[in-house]
Each structure stands twice: as structure tokens, then as C-alpha cells.
């Protein structure tokens, strides 16, 4: 997979909204079916990050709970708790941009567990792309 | 900690809502600021977790993505996507009946990772109590 193209647009999205934060979900036949920003602060939720609302997003356009076949782009790597939540909507492709540790060694406070250890039950159903356009993301910190 | 009471409650909720899973918050002072259910059928997201649920409910309430020095009760050991949240909640006290082992048990999938190994990093921090009602709580599933 190439998802160049897919990662400038959501590196434009965080600048925009002034987060390195940001997510898009694809089709099985690459529509965008949900893109959005970490909104943490503006909706004061702790939960609000880009990959649960883009999973919330994506589920309500098609209004079902199970998102099998879509492909989950993410400036950076999923956190345990979107990690979990691509468990449960049934995403099984994955790829982002800065890794976790990358992240937290940027000063953004991180759970210190990779995507991998959390869906260890079902890696050998991931595919999983890393680092993609990873400089760029970097400068939205 | 005695949570009995706050869990017969929270059982009496999944009876009504036909769900095992339900969560309630309480403030430092004891008031209930969230109680809900799974609803991941009914929303059709798969987010819809009762953890995450009251989350949201008590950030919107106090308008504060911050819940430190709350409580949260929940019929069933939070999820690593729930436990996940309660991290960046700031929730440090959580009170269960059901463990994930027991309700994988029972038949209902889950991902094999304990609230405590997705929260090692913070373990001395965190309040745990573990088998409130359990046996009356495995009879919702």
C-alpha cells in the first residue's frame, strides 16, 4: 500500500486544526468514509481522539458497528484505547505515521504499550504500515 | 470501599436495558454525575462500550475532559479500550464485578489484556476492587 497521499491530506487536516492528531478511514474500495482531528480540548473528552471519532464517524455514515474491510489511516500510532476500539469495529489495516515512542519522546505523555502488544490476539489478521511521511507528521508537533 | 449498593443499581440498569454491561461515576462527595449502558447495538458503534459511555456523560456534565478524584463502577473489568480511557480520564479508582476472564468465560469475546497490564505504568496510583455482586452480575449475561 501507498498511503502517501492519504497522510498529506490529514498532515493539511492537523494543520488546520492545530493538532498532529488526525485520522481517515477508507472503503474496501478507497472512499473516505470518515476523517477527523483529535478534539480533546474542544469537546473537553478524554475520549475524543481522531481515531475514535473517525471509528464513531465512519459507523454512523454506514450505521453499522462493524467496519470490516475498511483501512484506518492515522498520523500516529493508535493509543491503547484506539487500538482496542479497532479490535472491536473489526479494521484489520492499519498505518500511521509516528510511532508511539516517537510520540512520547516529543513530551506528549503516552500509555507505554505498541498497537501490536495490545492486538496481539489477532496479529496475524493485521496488516499494519509504519512511518509514513513520518518527518512531515513530526513537524505538526 | 463498599460498592454494593452502587452495583445493585448498575445491575438493575442491565436488567432494564438488557445489556451486562453498565457503568456509573461518582464525584469525590459520592454524587452519581454519569450512569450508563453499553450501547453498542443500539448507536451501532462499536465505541459504545458503558465505560466510555459514562465518561463522556460525566465530561459533558462538568464540562472537563479532566475526572480526576472520581470513581468509576462498572458491572464487568473494563476493556483495554475502557481502561484506556479511564487513563487519560484521570480516573484513578475503579471498582468491578466481573473480570475479563470470567466473561470470556461466559462466551462473549474479549481481548486478553487485564486493566492491570494496560495500566502498569500507572499501577501505583490506582485503586482496584475487584468481585462487587459478582455472582449476581454473571446472572445478566
Known sequence: MNTDKQMRRLIELGRREDTPYTCMILAADGEIIALAPNRVKKDA???????????????????????????????????PMCASAIFWS?????????SIDEIAALGHRQISLRMKDVLADISAELQVEEGVLAEEVKALF
Chains 1, 2 share one sequence.
Not at 475520549?47 to 458497528?65: C, D, G, L
Not at 473489526?90 to 509516528?98: A, D, Y
Open 90 to 98: 473489526g479494521i484489520r489495516k492499519v498505518s500511521w505515521g509516528l
Open 45 to 79: 473528552d478524554a475520549t475524543s481522539h481522531a481515531e475514535i471519532n473517525a471509528i464513531r464517524e465512519a459507523s454512523a455514515r454506514r450505521n453499522n458497528k462493524d467496519l470490516s474491510g475498511c483501512h484506518l489511516i492515522t498520523t500516529c500510532e493508535p493509543c
